[in-house]
């Protein structure tokens, strides 16, 4: 079974100030992972993906995640927070044994603060 | 701009009513899903279409019906609808069904009366 934790439903940052998201995930075989941004009464759009190679893998607007196979996180970055990053956060899990079947995260509601 | 394109973007019927959600990409994509997303929470998946088949069948009730005409369409069927089926419909493509990375339409917001 694969299943993915988001923790904090909510996160409030000031603007500049550090973004992270936290993303735990489980899976029976190597995952693939992504994370997704949902603005309000849009679609969700990829921000980053992992699948295989590095680690540390970069995305949109600035954003970043580290694939910690030790510690099955997946957790996600901005290193200055733009009030245009407030937003719903998604993480995702797929793995071939569950092919066509991604499990989201509950979300997590990025708030920005002047 | 997003690839996968919805229509309509809002929806309004009545239980009785019979309706349609559509959806189109041209990105080549060979697997098209149906979500569905009730307000602060993750969207559920409903279809998995691959190869213009239908392949996973999320348990979703008969009152909504999928139909693949051709590998970058995807309709969804509505008819004798609850209120509480109202909720943003999405439509999302991958490159196949294994390559877990989704592109997803702005969405089809339904309320029923």
């Known amino acids: 079974a694969q299943s993915v934790t988001q923790l904090g439903s909510h996160v409030s940052v000031s603007e500049g100030a550090l973004v992270l998201l936290r993303c735990n995930y489980s899976?029976?075989?190597?995952?693939?992972l992504f994370w997704y941004v949902q603005y309000p009464n849009q679609g969700l759009q990829l921000l980053l993906k992992?699948?295989?190679?590095?680690?540390l893998v970069k995305g949109i607007n600035g954003f970043e995640a580290e694939f910690k196979k030790s510690e099955t996180s997946f957790h996600l970055t901005k290193p200055s927070a733009h009030m245009s990053d407030a937003a719903e956060y998604f993480c995702?899990?797929?793995?071939?044994?569950?092919?066509?079947?991604?499990?989201f995260g509950d979300g997590t509601t990025l708030t920005v603060k002047p | 701009d997003t690839e996968v394109t919805q229509t309509p973007k809002h929806l309004v019927m009545g239980m009785t009513n019979k309706k349609s959600l559509k959806c189109e990409q041209h990105?080549?994509?060979?697997?098209m899903y149906w979500y569905k997303q009730k307000a602060k929470k993750p969207p559920e998946l409903m279809f998995v279409?691959?190869?213009?088949?239908?392949?996973i069948n999320e348990s979703v009730p008969s009152r909504f019906s999928p139909e693949c005409p051709n590998s970058s369409l995807l309709n969804l069927h509505l008819h004798a609808l609850q209120p509480e089926d109202s909720a943003l419909y999405l439509c999302?493509?991958?490159?196949?069904?294994?390559?877990?990375?989704?592109?997803f339409g702005e969405g089809s917001r339904l309320t029923v009366l």
């Open positions: 999302a493509s991958s490159q196949d069904r294994g390559s877990g990375e989704l592109f």
């Open positions: 899976s029976s075989v190597p995952p693939y």
């Open positions: 992992y699948t295989t190679g590095a680690t």
């Open positions: 995702a899990v797929s793995d071939f044994s569950h092919a066509g079947k991604s499990t």
């Open positions: 990105m080549g994509h060979r697997a």
């Open positions: 279409y691959s190869y213009e088949k239908l392949s």
